[in-house]
T-cell receptor, first 115, second 116 residues
Framework: SAVISQKPSRDICQRGTSLTIQCQVD?????MFWYRQQPGQSLTLIAT?????????ESGFVIDKFPISRPNLTFSTLTVSNMSPEDSSIYLC????????????FGPGTRLLVL | AQSVAQPEDQVNVAEGNPLTVKCTYS??????LFWYVQYPNRGLQFLLK??????LVKGSYGFEAEFNKSQTSFHLKKPSALVSDSALYFC??????????????FGKGTKLSVIP
């Protein structure tokens, strides 16, 4: 499986500011995914990021709030814009592996607290 | 639409005893089923998956899961629990019919506590 790293591992931010989270993979992957895990909750898919095309957002998530970049096959960023305390969550990136992206492997996550 | 139900918020089991963490699913196409484990302050670790083939799948750390199509279930099991198995376990499903969506839908998680 791919080795996935995320930066930062955690951060405390003030409301109204933005934070960019980086996801780096040690091999080239076609598809990368961004998830949110709110406190005590399950994971929710934010968007799917393919290299060379616009990210595809799930219902309830919009590009203005969560812009995503995918400049190459090993890297992606997620920005959480104009943050509010409700954005306090763990943000995880994952990559698909296998012929049909059968299995998703996850990075360690970024723990975000918005004050 | 696809969904996953994990009916137990918490499961307590004595060390050395068998454990079961329950999962039922709903998906319109072929189910791809997964179990992940999350340790405190860690990301999700992949445990095992069912794509096709034998209904009993074996995964990491001695865990196994049984796919039951008629009951739409995919319960996670281990013959002998360890204290180190204490963690949060997530079941997830994906439609494997090739419709183009790779979205994983997760259950709300079950906290497993293994008591020494």
């Amino acid at each position: 499986s791919a080795v996935i790293s995320q930066k930062p591992s955690r951060d405390i931010c003030q409301r109204g500011t933005s934070l960019t989270i980086q996801c780096q993979v040690d091999s080239q992957v076609t598809m990368m995914f961004w998830y949110r895990q709110q406190p005590g909750q399950s994971l929710t898919l934010i968007a799917t990021a393919n290299q060379g095309s616009e990210a595809t957002y799930e219902s309830g998530f919009v590009i203005d709030k969560f812009p995503i970049s995918r400049p190459n096959l090993t890297f992606s960023t997620l920005t959480v814009s104009n943050m509010s305390p409700e954005d306090s969550s763990i943000y995880l990136c994952s990559v698909g592996s296998g012929g049909w992206m059968e299995t998703q492997y996850f990075g360690p996550g970024t723990r975000l607290l918005v004050l | 639409a696809q969904s996953v139900a994990q009916p137990e918020d918490q499961v307590n089991v004595a060390e050395g005893n068998p454990l079961t963490v329950k999962c039922t699913y709903s998906v319109s196409g072929n189910p791809y089923l997964f179990w992940y484990v999350q340790y405190p302050n860690r990301g999700l670790q992949f445990l095992l998956k069912y794509i096709t083939g034998d209904n009993l799948v074996k995964g990491s750390y001695g865990f196994e899961a049984e796919f039951n199509k008629s009951q739409t279930s995919f319960h996670l099991k281990k013959p002998s629990a360890l204290v180190s198995d204490s963690a949060l376990y997530f079941c997830a499903v994906r439609d494997g019919s090739g419709a183009g969506s790779y979205q994983l839908t997760f259950g709300k998680g079950t906290k497993l506590s293994v008591i020494p």
